[in-house]
Nanobody, 121 residues
């Protein structure tokens, strides 16, 4: 069983910062391939925000690049530092981790339930 728990969401004023965390409980038989963050704003489809690989390579959606930073503390947990937040950043933020079991050829994505971020004055 793999469980992901996000934390760090809340209410922040425009221009403010928040740091989201995502911790996976997976056990020693899994290895981490990558973490990703997604968000879903009210009435909109879920969109990809950022990714970090096991090797530390990061990638960002254009609308958050230079404001958000994804990192991982020795593969677990993962963080999303969000600076200069904008009202359009209001969304439920979810993390996903791609884990490969020792008996598997490929990894599988596991998802957290999400944490709400509200950017409003």
């Amino acid at each position: 069983q793999v469980h992901l728990v996000e934390s760090g969401g809340g209410l922040v004023q425009p221009g403010g910062s928040l740091r989201l965390s995502c911790t996976a409980s997976a056990g020693s038989l899994f290895s981490m391939n990558s973490w990703a963050w997604y968000r879903q704003a009210p009435g909109k489809e879920r969109e990809w925000v950022a990714r970090i690989t096991a090797g530390g390579i990061t990638d960002y959606a254009a609308q958050v690049k230079d404001r958000f930073t994804v990192s991982s503390d020795d593969s677990n947990p993962a963080y999303l530092q969000m600076d200069n937040l904008k009202p359009e950043g209001t969304a439920a933020y979810s993390c996903s981790v791609n884990l490969r079991h020792v008996t598997a050829l490929y990894g599988k994505d596991y998802w957290g339930k999400g944490t709400l971020v509200t950017v409003s004055s």
